[in-house]
């Protein structure tokens, strides 16, 4: 029986991997969509920054200093992508959430011995 808690366990950890992975990428695809909406210089840098920085200072930084920088002009193809990327995030949130609950509830049942 603890080869099954293992196996749910590796389940699990898989699932918190690729969530986690899925909302750092879609996390960059939306910085640097609303980045070139702004009109801001380098918006795969800033994507980057915000994404892949140490906690979430640099996601924090992006969002206070956007706010000199209104929207220009967002077409409709731009929408449509941020719409579809924060879809595919709240997805990766999903599985994020899912894998840690798989994760805890293997640990402790897999502890116990019936």
Not at 89 to 95: D, K, Q, R, S
Request: net charge positive; charged share 15%; with cysteine.
């Amino acid at each position: 029986m603890s080869n099954f808690y293992m196996v749910t366990a590796a389940v699990g950890v898989a699932s918190l991997i690729a969530g986690g992975f899925s909302c750092v990428y879609q996390l960059y695809r939306l910085v640097e969509v609303d980045a070139e909406c702004r009109g801001l210089k380098h918006p795969k840098l800033w994507g980057l920054f915000a994404a892949s920085s140490n906690g979430q200072s640099g996601l924090i930084l992006y969002l206070i200093g956007r706010r000199k920088y209104p929207v220009l002009f967002m077409s409709e193809e731009q929408r449509d992508v941020m719409a579809r990327r924060k879809k595919r995030f709240t997805v990766g949130l999903v599985f994020l959430a899912a894998g840690a609950v798989v994760c805890v509830l293997s640990m402790l049942l897999g502890g116990q011995t019936g």
